[in-house]
């Protein structure tokens, strides 16, 4: 019912910039929070930021200073601006968001298929 859709990612040289977008779409009649997640090969996955929908942020030690993540009003698309990229951040990067379904009102998770960010020169 609900759908996540990523797109932006692609290959950056160190130092580099990219913005990652996340769309929401679906019965949604409310998102609580959206997320960027990471796994890079061989790793854990991370939460890198997050966003509620009131707009409060938070990011992960690892990327604050360096990524940024923001929303439309309704935090029906996301966006997690990364610059100053290192290869540590190469990852296949995810958006994860909960809220509640329109008209049953039941509560939602669900996740995106992912899109890679590769770091190197």
């Known amino acids: 019912q609900v759908q996540l859709v990523e797109s932006g990612g692609g290959l950056v040289q160190p130092g580099g910039s990219l913005r990652l977008s996340c769309a929401a779409s679906g019965n949604i009649f409310s998102i609580n929070a959206m997320y960027w997640y990471r796994q890079a090969p061989g790793k854990g996955r991370e939460l890198v930021a997050a966003i509620t929908g009131s707009g409060i942020t938070s990011s992960a030690d690892s990327v604050k200073g360096r990524f940024t993540i923001s929303g439309n009003n309704a935090k029906t698309t996301v966006y997690l601006q990364m610059n100053a990229l290192k290869p540590e951040d190469t990852a296949l990067y995810y958006c994860?968001?909960?809220?509640?379904?329109?008209?049953?009102?039941?509560?939602?998770?669900?996740w995106g298929q992912g899109t890679l960010v590769t770091v190197s020169s």
């Open positions: 994860s968001s909960r809220g509640l379904v329109r008209g049953t009102l039941q509560p939602f998770e669900v």
